[in-house]
Each structure stands twice: as structure tokens, then as C-alpha cells.
């Protein structure tokens, strides 16, 4: 089993920055691939960025030239930087990570608003 814990949600004002962290633990050994989703309630959960051990990552299109992710898996940690933030970025975010064989784990969420 792997437990995610995530932090640094809030509140922001438009253009702002926020820096979203998730460490994971339990068989940390296994996990191969870690990221961030966000999701509305109601709607699909969207992914937002991922990056794998050995440092390719994926980021959407909405996001990549705000977000960053980056990673440390010696640590069980990955990290998403949040830049010129939009109103549209509010949302729960939730970490996520991927073991060897597909098992998929998630963090309870953290809050992000985006608001005046």
C-alpha cells in the first residue's frame, strides 16, 4: 500500500503563485510514476502533470506555460509549481502516483482557489 499526503492548496489572487507538494509513503519502492490530477465536482477528474522515475513528464496543454512539476523520488516527493494562476485553475488537486504492475493510489485533495 502507498499514502499520499498533499499540501499547500489555498487561497490566491489571480496571477498569483501557489506550490502544490506530495509525499508519499508505504511501498514507496514501487511507485514509478507520480503527478497531480484536478477535478470539479461533478466532472472528470483532469490530468494536470506527471512525471515519471526517470524524469519525462507530461503536462496539459492549459498549463504548460504556468505549471511546473518536478520530482524527487528518493524522497517520494513531487512538486507542482503554479505560476500566473487563473480563476479557471480552481479546482481540488490530487496527487497521484503509479506502481510497477498499474496499481493507482490517491491523496484525499487539496483545495485550490483562485479568486479576488
Known amino acids: 500500500q502507498v499514502q499520499l499526503v498533499e499540501s499547500g492548496g489555498g487561497l490566491v489572487q489571480p496571477g498569483g503563485s501557489l506550490r502544490l507538494s506530495c509525499v508519499a509513503s508505504g511501498r514507496v519502492f514501487s511507485i514509478y510514476d507520480m503527478g497531480w490530477y484536478r477535478q470539479v465536482p461533478g466532472d472528470q477528474r483532469e490530468l494536470v502533470a506527471r512525471?515519471?522515475?526517470?524524469?519525462?513528464?507530461t503536462v496539459a496543454d492549459s498549463v504548460k506555460d504556468r505549471f511546473t512539476i518536478s520530482s524527487d523520488y528518493s524522497k517520494s516527493t513531487v512538486t507542482l509549481q503554479m505560476n500566473s494562476l487563473k480563476r479557471e485553475d480552481t479546482d481540488v488537486y490530487y496527487c497521484n502516483a503509479v506502481e510497477y504492475g498499474g496499481v493507482q493510489y490517491w491523496g484525499p485533495g487539496t483545495q485550490v482557489t483562485v479568486s479576488s
Open positions: 512525471i515519471n522515475i526517470g524524469g519525462t513528464a
